[in-house]
């Protein structure tokens, strides 16, 4: 059971491995000036070295960085009267703390020792938000709001339920992976240094026009094949949407301490519910979700087949998700002042074939909403959207 958990955990499935040969480039990595001069290595070889790493433990700092390209959300929450707060859920619950990783830079420690220890904490000024995995045990603390999340059998020891740190170079780069097919490019781009670590660089491309991807590149210790460094770039250009990447790691077993944990005197202590919510899902992902990112390889799971009214077209990089609500859609100019304005300002009126209706755009994700209803969403250009809706498919 031990050697499944680590497999499960750790190492990327033995089926990327497989990846058939005419996505990969055979051109050996070349190292630029001032970058570490390694053996030459292709991308199939490389891509065989992070399946067979068999990294358990490490400690070290990593930051990363979010660009979605989206219009500040200043006043927004506070126009709207605390929308999406005031449930009474504690600050320290990690559903909605970790949700800041999705805009802005931050510095993270992270520890892991195997599958079932591992400890993250979110560095804020003087401030720490910590997230700490021991065995069946979870618990989140806000050392700035002096509040704990506290849950009881979060995980069961079986592969499928372990906890995952979110956001590391790892568990990206093994999405990315696990997505991988003939829509894809995958070569070696040279080699770099990373948290004072040797390491090559993967390069992944869409094959396919219309993506929002220009690439994504994956930073791998040359010693051990860890992944040290993940950036996704659009074709937007300016900043990565993604970049994440140590700073620091120490591939050491870190001290048991490090995933202890004892509230201090005066927390307030909130206590989960996860064994009842395991129930009640059973332990499975939602419907449509089991195949990792949306638009990349198989993207959308089981939409297709869900019965829910979701459709996928096209496939790889450039599939986009419909969704035929059977309602006009709403109007804007109804919303309150403060959701109206941001809403406006990153949507564009388009009209074609279809009819008309407002695109949203990020760097990554774009959505396409009919006025009749449809939505198209998709890792995909606004032309690609229109396209589609145009199609009436």
């Known amino acids: 059971m031990a050697e499944t958990r680590k497999a499960s955990r750790f190492v990327v499935p033995?089926?990327?491995?497989?990846v058939a040969a005419a996505t990969i480039g055979l051109v050996p990595a070349l190292a630029a000036s001032g970058d570490p001069d390694l053996p030459e290595i292709t991308a199939q070889q490389l891509i065989e070295k992070i399946a067979a790493s068999d990294t358990q433990t490490l400690s070290g700092t990593f930051r990363i960085s979010t660009d979605l390209g989206l219009p500040s959300l200043g006043g927004l929450a506070s126009g709207l009267g605390g929308l999406g707060g005031g449930s009474g859920s504690s600050s320290a619950d990690p559903t909605e703390k970790l949700t800041e990783l999705?805009?802005?830079t931050h510095t993270l420690r992270v520890a892991a020792d195997g599958p079932e220890r591992q400890r993250l904490t979110l560095l804020d000024g003087s401030d720490e938000y910590s997230l700490i995995h021991n065995g069946d045990e979870v618990w989140g603390y806000d050392s700035r709001s002096k509040e704990a999340f506290h849950e009881k059998?979060?995980?069961?020891?079986?592969?499928?339920?372990?906890?995952?740190?979110?956001?590391?170079?790892?568990?990206?780069?093994?999405?990315?992976?696990?997505?991988?097919?003939?829509?894809?490019?995958?070569?070696?781009?040279g080699t770099a240094k990373v948290a004072g670590r040797d390491?090559?660089?993967?390069?992944?491309?869409?094959?396919?026009?219309?993506?929002?991807?220009?690439?994504?590149?994956?930073?791998?210790?040359?010693?051990?094949?860890?992944?040290?460094?993940?950036?996704?770039?659009?074709?937007?250009?300016?900043?990565?949407?993604?970049?994440?990447?140590?700073?620091?790691?120490?591939?050491?077993?870190?001290?048991?301490?490090?995933?202890?944990?004892?509230?201090?005197?005066g927390t307030k202590v909130t206590e989960g519910a996860a064994e009842k919510a395991a129930e009640e899902s059973g332990g499975a992902l939602p419907k449509g979700f089991e195949e990792g990112f949306p638009g990349l390889g198989k993207g959308f799971g089981d939409?297709?087949?869900?019965?829910?009214?979701v459709n996928v077209i096209g496939e790889g990089w450039t599939a986009i998700a419909k969704l035929d609500t059977g309602a006009p859609a709403p109007r804007t100019d109804e919303a309150p002042k403060e959701l109206q304005g941001f809403l406006d300002?990153?949507?564009?009126?388009?009209?074609?074939?279809?009819?008309?209706?407002?695109?949203?755009?990020t760097k990554l994700v774009n959505a396409l909403l009919t006025d009749d209803g449809k939505v198209y969403v998709g890792a995909v250009t606004k032309d690609a959207l229109v396209d589609a809706a145009n199609a009436g498919k």
């Open 153 to 189: 059998g979060a995980a069961s020891g079986t592969p499928e339920k372990e906890q995952k740190l979110p956001g590391t170079p790892k568990e990206l780069a093994d999405e990315v992976l696990k997505a991988a097919g003939d829509t894809t490019s995958i070569t070696v781009g």
């Open 303 to 309: 939409f297709g087949d869900s019965g829910e009214g």
């Open 102 to 104: 999705v805009s802005g």
């Open 345 to 361: 300002s990153f949507g564009d009126k388009v009209t074609g074939k279809f009819g008309s209706g407002t695109v949203f755009e």
């Open 199 to 265: 390491a090559y660089q993967l390069v992944i491309k869409p094959k396919q026009s219309g993506s929002t991807v220009e690439s994504v590149k994956i930073a791998v210790d040359a010693a051990n094949g860890t992944p040290l460094k993940f950036t996704l770039s659009s074709v937007q250009g300016g900043k990565p949407v993604v970049d994440a990447g140590f700073t620091k790691v120490d591939f050491g077993r870190p001290a048991a301490s490090e995933f202890t944990f004892e509230a201090p005197k």
């Open 14 to 18: 033995v089926a990327v491995a497989g």
